[in-house]
């Protein structure tokens, strides 16, 4: 049976949550295995909204297992929040269709004040426009072996154990910061009040993931941001605090890389980019605002306008190599419906140099410039086509560049919001 981890190929918002919700329907599980509630995913159903952060895509469509995998970190005061207000749209969540893994860091209201003031501290040039809610805190108690895990929460004497070891760090941080000492039974108190909200989803999620795999049932790995934000191949230091590539999908849940059948890239007509960092291909112009405009390109999580530019092809080649993508869903063709022309970045020049990828140190990233190949536009609607047949010419010809120019081939069409308006080119889920 196939199972297929969906990736983030760009700076993130390139519709994952969309692709996740439509591809749910051939799924039984649905798995997220990195990043936190710093992700905003919009899946929208005749015509009703749905916002998820730390939920996966799949629990929309009810009757599925979801599951929060150890590669997350989680903010257990805003999953119940995230539950009530998501139960509030009919949307039915219970031990029996969501698990967490009881080896997920908690991400603590500490990690999010010391995210926000190391970023009010920084200076332009190195404030990274975090989303503020403690994700790079997180991780860094994580491998620096001083979190509270969601098992934790069973025992009070460990918890109490795990609150002092992580305060042991905090506090002398924080006091540099100028930040007020923590409330240490404070904390405990208000942790052992929120434990059994998050314990009766608690489950060793490796095993059960096996046992499904056993019994031949598909695993749909839902990832958050995208290649160019992960901690190792993004870029650095303008990144989240996670490895969001495929590979992760199998760390990030306790399964072995046999795992993966199909690796999906989400990848964005254009290009897109919240928060601060090198961005080559980025429009200052009418192109750009207009881009914005019909793309509705605002930040779900704190409504920041997203920084717009045509799509990058060199970069996308390079992330689809790291994540080992199988094929592409290319989203939000629609947004591009209207322009004469339209440009696509196929490699840089570097001090005179020609490059097919964009390097890694800081300083020859920034030097670099985009070289641009122009390919003509349409004026048709593309908006809602759910076949080629329902595409211009133009349009059939700027998605199979990319595909040339990535080296990956299509695998899906996304032309609106929608679930159903969606091409489906080459079923991941096939075996
Ligand atoms: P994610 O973080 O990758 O899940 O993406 P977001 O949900 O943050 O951002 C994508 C936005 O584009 C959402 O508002 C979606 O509803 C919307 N969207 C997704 N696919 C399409 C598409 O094909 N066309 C248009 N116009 N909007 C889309
Ligand atoms: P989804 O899943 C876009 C960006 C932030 C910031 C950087 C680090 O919706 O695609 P963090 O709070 O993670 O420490 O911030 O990463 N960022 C995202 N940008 N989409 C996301 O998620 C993002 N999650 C984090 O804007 O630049
Ligand atoms: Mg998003």
Redo the contacts with the bound molecule.
């Keep these: 049976m196939a199972n297929v981890v969906v990736v983030?190929a760009q700076w993130?918002?390139?519709?994952?949550?969309?692709?996740?919700d439509w591809l749910s329907e051939r799924a039984d599980i649905i798995a997220r295995f990195q990043g936190g509630h710093n992700?905003?995913?919009?899946?929208?159903i005749d015509g009703k909204?749905y916002?998820?952060n730390a939920l996966p895509?799949g629990v929309v469509r009810g009757g599925k297992l979801s599951v929060i995998g150890n590669g997350v970190v989680l903010d257990p005061w805003h999953l119940v929040t995230e539950i009530e207000k998501i139960r509030e749209q009919g949307v039915e969540i219970s031990p029996e269709t969501l698990m967490i893994a009881e080896n997920t860091p908690l991400i603590l209201p500490i990690h999010g004040e010391l995210d926000r003031a190391r970023e009010e501290a920084s200076s332009k040039g190195t404030k990274i426009g975090t989303t503020g809610r403690g994700i790079g805190p997180a991780y860094e108690d994580k491998v620096g072996r001083r979190s509270v895990r969601v098992a934790d929460l069973a025992d009070e004497a460990t918890l109490t154990a795990r609150v002092d070891r992580a305060l042991q760090h905090h506090d002398p941080l924080r006091k540099g910061l100028g930040i007020e000492p923590i409330d240490r039974d404070g904390l405990i108190a208000q942790l052992k009040e929120i434990a059994p909200e998050i314990l009766k989803y608690a489950a060793p999620v490796w095993k059960v993931l096996a046992e499904n795999r056993k019994q031949g049932k598909r695993i749909l790995f839902e990832g958050?941001?995208?290649s160019l934000l992960d901690i190792d191949f993004g870029t650095y230091p303008f990144v989240t605090s996670s490895n969001v590539v495929a590979g992760q999908a199998a760390a990030g849940t306790g399964m072995g890389p046999g795992a993966i059948d199909f690796v999906l890239g989400?990848v964005?007509?254009y290009t897109t980019r919240v928060g601060e960092g090198p961005f080559p291909t980025e429009l200052d112009d009418a192109d750009g605002q207009r881009l914005g405009e019909?793309?509705?390109?605002f930040?779900?999580?704190t409504g920041r306008k997203r920084r717009c530019g045509w799509f990058d092809a060199a970069l996308v080649r390079q992330t689809c190599a790291v994540s080992g993508v199988s094929g592409i869903a290319l989203?939000?063709?629609?947004?591009l419906d209207g322009f004469d022309v339209l440009k696509i970045c196929v490699g840089y020049d570097l001090d005179g140099k020609r490059l097919d990828y964009l390097p890694t140190a800081a300083d020859e990233q920034a030097r670099c410039t985009p070289v641009y190949e122009e390919i003509e536009g349409w004026n048709e609607s593309t908006?809602g086509a759910r076949s080629w047949a329902d595409l211009p010419a133009a349009a059939i010809k700027y998605v199979r560049r990319i595909e040339e120019l990535i080296d990956c081939p299509v695998a899906m069409?996304?032309?609106?919001?929608?679930r159903e308006?969606?091409i489906l080119v080459t079923d991941p889920f096939a075996d």
Excluded: C
């Design positions: 983030g993130g918002d390139e519709g994952k949550g969309k692709i996740v992700a905003g995913h919009t899946l929208v909204v916002k998820l895509s958050a941001q995208g989400i964005k007509a019909r793309g509705r390109e930040g779900t999580v989203t939000k063709l629609d947004v908006e069409l996304s032309t609106s919001p929608e308006d969606t």
